[in-house]
Every structure is written in C-alpha cells, then in structure tokens.
C-alpha cells in the first residue's frame, strides 16, 4: 500500500491513476491529520510526500514520522515544487529515501517508487518490529517506543528470537539451545534471569513477554 499526501487534486490523481496502473494499491491524503490518522490503522509500504501543503508541511510531517517508533524506517519520498540544492539536502537530511521536484514525467515516477521500494524492501528484511519495538539488525539497534535499549548479546538474541515467533510459546529448553547453543550445560534458570533484564530494559513494552507457567515465553499483545 501506498499513501500519496498531496494537497493538489489533479497530481493527487494522476500519481494515484500512474500508480494503480502499475499495479500498486494506493491511498491519498490532502493533509498531515487524515495521513497520520490512517497511520495508526495501517503503515504503508512507501509515502509519496509533497512539501507545500496546508498547515503542517511536508518537512514538519517527515521529522514527525522519523521520530515515531511506528513509522521510522518507513520509506518517504519527497515531490515537490522546490528545486533549490538547499530544499533537497534538508529533506534528505531529514531522512527523505528519494526526491523528485515537479514537472516530473509518469515513467521516471514510477521508476523512481518501484526503485525505493526495492532498495527498501532488502532493508526491511532486516528490520523486525513488534508493537512498539523495533529491531535494526544490520546495525544491532534495538527501539521500544522510540527510545534506544542497550542489551547484551544474550539479551538480543533472546528478542530477536521473540519477534521472529511473535505469538508463539518458546520453551525455555527451546531459548537455551537456539540462544546459548545446543551444548550449553546451564539450567532454565539461565534463561529466567535474562528475561527479567530484558524486560527492564525494554520498559513499558517488556510486559510483552510473557511468562507461559512451567513451559516457558511468548512475546504477545
């Protein structure tokens, strides 16, 4: 899904007409509150993002999106009006994936969409995310509600291992062998304590993981 928030009726519709024809599913947007609305329901898989609109523009929206644990790696990209080196360096330095300034043709349009989203796309097979953790494996960072955690290696590889199984109870024999190894000799008492840090150290959403009596974990709204 694609969201395109342009205040422009007739570029709202041809980007959406462009895009549909090229197989995407598309919603649109003419201001910052009905985007972050369906925000909350729904993420996109790319936001097509103009910069002059009412209210609250297009940079103000970008900043808010990248500060938000929510929509932080979502890919955004930039069209505007503005063709200064000045306007584009600050959205980009704002986190923009891409920049395409009006008049623009329909087919470097879409070259330029079905570009980000293969370049994104490999990232996000490095990026897990749970409610409101997320998971940068390419860098070893890890997110909860937007806040950075420093965790040991044992305490990311205890999570990692809960957001690839969302849902799913993990015995404590299970988290020995996959996190310590299948030769490890300690007992289950291992895995309890690295739990009780990790979930101090995610805070508000440690409650996630929850405790399955006299079997093991799960990680679970």
Same mark, same amino acid.
């Given at each position: ?48 993002? !103009?910069?002059? %609109? ?8 970008? *900043? +808010?999106? $990248?500060?938000? @644990? ?54 996000? !097979?490095?990026? %897990? ?8 494996? *390419? +860098?070893? $960072?890890?997110? @909860? ?77």
């Amino acid at each position: 899904m694609i969201y395109i928030v342009e205040d422009d009726l007739n570029i709202r519709q041809m980007e959406s007409y462009a895009l549909r024809n090229s197989g995407y599913d598309v919603m649109e947007f003419d201001d910052s509150r009905s985007f972050f609305a369906q925000c909350e329901k729904r993420l996109p898989q790319l936001v097509l993002l !103009d910069i002059m %609109l009412p209210g609250e523009d297009g940079l103000a929206i970008l *900043q +808010k999106m $990248r500060q938000d @644990s929510r929509t932080r790696f979502t890919p955004v990209i930039l069209i505007t009006a503005k063709t200064t080196e000045l306007d584009r360096v600050k959205g980009l330095d704002l986190g923009a994936d891409d920049y395409i300034c009006k008049p623009f043709g329909i087919m470097e349009f879409i070259s330029r969409v079905k570009a980000v989203l293969r370049r994104t796309q490999k990232d996000a !097979d490095e990026i %897990l995310s749970f409610a409101q953790i997320q998971m940068d494996d *390419q +860098k070893r $960072r890890v997110y @909860s509600c937007g806040e950075v955690c420093e965790l040991t290696y044992k305490e990311y590889e205890l999570l990692k291992y809960f957001l690839q199984n969302p849902g799913i109870v993990l015995s404590r024999d299970k988290l020995l062998s996959r996190v310590w190894g299948t030769d490890y000799e300690g007992k289950s008492r291992t895995v309890d304590m690295h739990i009780k840090t990790l979930r101090q150290k995610l805070g508000e959403m440690g409650s996630l993981i929850r405790t399955v009596r006299n079997v093991g974990y799960k990680i679970e709204v």
